[in-house]
């Protein structure tokens, strides 16, 4: 029997009971002895607390499109395509005539700090379609990095999707599978979502079958501690070693240090490749440790433009810009290591000990009362099929987030239930579509069928470090939706045969 998929309906405030106090006699004589009078207890008014609010909570954001349809993917079966609002976040939905009664959520990634709000398909569109498969996505109510907003509004979309297309002309019964898949922001946010605390502290809930995270900030917080290490080492290596957080003068001093540890760089002066000078060659094994250790492609990923992303963020206080309240930035617990051993050398020793560390607040992310985190965490508390892929050579949310989640899963002991994918890119989120479809294919043969897929071990040193690693998954076989340019790069870097 097909089952159901279990959907939990938003939470309201529940005002707390009041209830008078009795006082019963006791005894077991048959005297009509008169019972005393009800003691009446008169409540002591509780104080309502509100909630911290942050820079975000201030921001206004505005849905950008009017129509009520999208256009047809060309070459795929025939759909009905729905676009609407919900709860101020825009959506795509759209179900193939042949439905084959499961939903795919799709999280899509960082949109940028501006207000006008906007939703893309999943890449795989032409696959799902071709399957039977409905899918949905939200543009989120708000951008920033929200996470916290990408989960209410993608669980949202998921609960209202028969409404909506009932609305539309098109009854449904309730999918009986719903699954959720994302990229970049959107790889956080589908971690998250099927993540026990999230599921439990969400407004609006809902439990997913399976998960595909791909390219996710999969460290959460994590992914913003690195930015502070790598802006941190940075500066100790070129002399002009950081004393406060955030560094005030950093828009003056960056360029400096960028010069005196690049002969070269991505948008810089001269503009190029990143090579580093003599004096930051050191500078860039801290930076191969920080982002996931020794692994093929390195090389090619730390000279590509990605760095300039990265050193884009420099200079920013631990706040996320405006998500969280305080700082939450810390790195007072990242091991800055010169080479490929783990022992730590003298060297290294001296080095932690002195370079600044930066001290965020543990209440930045705290648990709150009115739903999510300010920041979701993943911390690998699943109990659905998750599986991962993630590019080699990402600077920006580097392998190391593997790393961290196949960590907390251990910990946690669910990592029974997670496999990762290392695929040979050089970049964010370059996948091909091969591999994407490949992704979700194995997570829902694992869900329905109990197949575990095969995946990557992302923890063992001397496997990641081996020239063939991600080679097992890597696929630059070309599609009709396949960009260019990943092909194109693809063909420069190393073949795996």
């Not at 104080?47 to 256009?71: C, L, M, W």
């Not at 439990?207 to 595909?212: D, E, H, I, L």
């Not at 060659?281 to 992303?309: E, H, S, W």
């Not at 965020?360 to 699943?382: F, M, V, Y």
């Amino acid at each position: 029997m097909k089952k159901q998929l279990s959907m939990i309906a938003p939470r309201r405030l529940v005002l707390p009971l009041l209830a008078t106090l009795v006082l019963s006699a006791c005894g077991s004589n048959d005297d009509d002895t008169a019972q005393p009078p009800q003691a009446v207890v008169t409540p002591v008014p509780v104080a309502v607390v509100p909630e911290s609010t942050r820079a975000q909570d201030t921001r206004t954001f505005a849905v950008s499109q009017s129509a009520t349809t999208f256009a047809a993917l060309s070459g795929a079966p025939d759909s009905d395509r729905w676009m609407g609002v919900l709860n101020n976040a825009s959506y795509q939905v759209e179900v193939p005539k042949n439905w084959n009664g499961m939903l795919v959520m799709y999280a899509h990634g960082y949109a940028g700090e501006g207000a006008n709000l906007s939703v893309s398909p999943p890449a795989i569109r032409r696959h799902l379609l071709s399957q039977g498969y409905a899918w949905a996505a939200s543009s989120y109510s708000k951008n920033y990095y929200d996470v916290r907003a990408g989960v209410e509004d993608t669980n949202a979309l998921a609960i209202e999707f028969v409404n909506i297309a009932r609305q539309n002309g098109r009854t449904l019964t309730a999918p009986f599978k719903t699954y959720i898949m994302g990229v970049s922001m959107g790889g956080h946010i589908t971690a998250a979502a099927v993540d026990e605390e999230n599921i439990a502290t969400a407004v609006h809930r809902i439990r997913y079958n399976g998960a595909v995270p791909m390219c996710g900030v999969l460290g959460d917080t994590e992914l913003f501690d690195y930015f502070a290490a790598y802006q941190t080492a940075a500066q100790v290596e070129a002399g002009m070693p950081a004393t406060s957080w955030p560094v005030a003068n950093w828009s003056t001093i960056g360029p400096q240090v960028q010069a005196k540890l690049f002969s070269s760089f991505p948008g810089g002066t001269p503009n190029g490749p990143a090579v580093p000078t003599a004096q930051g060659m050191r500078l860039k094994q801290i930076v191969q440790n920080l982002t996931g250790g020794t692994r093929p492609l390195f090389d090619f990923a730390y000279a590509g433009a990605l760095q300039n992303t990265v050193w884009g963020v420099f200079g920013r206080d631990g706040k996320v810009n405006g998500i969280l309240g305080e700082d939450g930035v810390s790195t007072k617990d990242i091991v800055f290591q010169f080479d490929g051993d783990a022992a730590i050398s003298a060297e290294e020793q001296a080095y932690n000990a002195s370079i600044y560390r930066v001290q965020g607040s543990s209440e930045a992310n705290r648990l709150r009362r009115d739903g999510l985190r300010w920041i979701p965490k993943t911390n690998a508390q699943i109990k659905v099929p998750v599986v991962t892929i993630h590019t080699l050579g990402d600077m920006y949310v580097p392998f190391k987030m593997e790393q961290i989640y196949k960590r907390r899963a251990d910990a946690n002991g669910t990592s029974g239930l997670l496999v990762q994918r290392a695929i040979r890119g050089i970049s964010h989120c370059d996948f091909t579509i091969a591999e994407q479809v490949a992704a979700f294919q194995a997570m829902v043969k694992w869900e329905q069928q109990g197949v575990k897929p095969e995946g990557d071990d992302v923890l063992t040193p001397s496997v990641v470090a081996d020239p063939k690693y991600g080679c097992k998954f890597t696929d630059n076989t070309a599609s009709p939706d396949d960009s260019t340019n990943t092909l194109n790069v693809r063909k420069t870097l190393p073949a795996c045969t």
